[in-house]
């Protein structure tokens, strides 16, 4: 085998060698990053100049030459509202129940995923039994497909599911866990957090393990109560994971989808429709294929989470510079 890779490599030699005569030494490093920049401009940078092209153009047509210029007319109709208080109002009213479906389950979602994750970690960073298993546990779900997790919990909690069968064996009337707004919305939510926490709990459980033991022993020596060693050491070294939990969180809750559509399918009614599905709804779903519109709610979510990913960098700056500063 190492003979085989030897002279594969005296194979390459000389085409190095014309390479690094015509580009020079430094410009050589770019045939080593070329296949990785040919992978990322054809599934992801080209993509993306197509998403631009389709949402400044109308029709139903899906060839780009078929497709007439509009401008901003995509973004207008998609925003437009008379009064942005009474969705009725609206252009398309689906869609902003959508983004106030995805700003409700984003923000209660991210707050109980950090609080949980926190919390978890915190347990699993002491000196319990089987404190490898558990890790293993928590972290378990985040290597299952969401479709996966998504088909067990609707197992679960379908009419004729296991938890409806659990409450007949009772004699408790079964619950329309999945048919019911309320309880539809509060399944997601749960199912979410069940799926994600693991990887969270790992990044805030990595966190705490890079904390100097000796401050901890040092504040018991001064007798500090559990909360005031939690407050004043704890939360304040672990602030800048716990700020990348918290954007990173953030960022996969506006883009839910996988677990949500395949558990209610965006209903009942509107209750669970987010973002993701309206687009998805509105570009290949319905029998009118609304490219377009699609693509400018599309930019309109990037545009979002752009900002997002700005705020973290801003926030991990000012915690690096509030270090420095001490």
Sequence with gaps: MLRLLSGFFNLLEPLFKVAQSVLGVNRVAWLFVAPNLLVFGLFTFLPITINFFYAATAGVELMPANRPYSGLDNFQTLLHCADYTDLSTCNKDIFWRAVLNTLKFSLIQVVLMV??????ALVLNR???GRGFWRSVYFYPVLLSPVVVALIWK???QSQGAFNAGL????VQPIEWLTVADWAFFWTVFVSIWAHM???TLIILAGLQAIPRDLYEAAEMDRASPWRTLTRITLPLLMPNLIVVLVLAAIKAVQVFDEVFVLTGGGPGSATTFIVQFIYQTGFAEQIHLYGLAAAASL????FLVILTLAQLRLSKADDMG???H
Excluded: N, Q, R
């Excluded at 609080?115 to 978890?120: E, K, Q």
């Excluded at 007949?168 to 004699?171: E, F, K, P």
């Excluded at 309109?300 to 545009?303: H, M, N």
């Design 198 to 200: 693991g990887f969270y």
């Design 127 to 129: 000196k319990i039994i």
């Design 323 to 325: 270090k420095k500063g």
């Design 115 to 120: 609080v949980f994750s926190l919390i978890t």
């Design 300 to 303: 309109t979510l990037a545009t």
């Design 168 to 171: 007949v064996a009772m004699d």
């Design 155 to 157: 197992w679960l909690l």
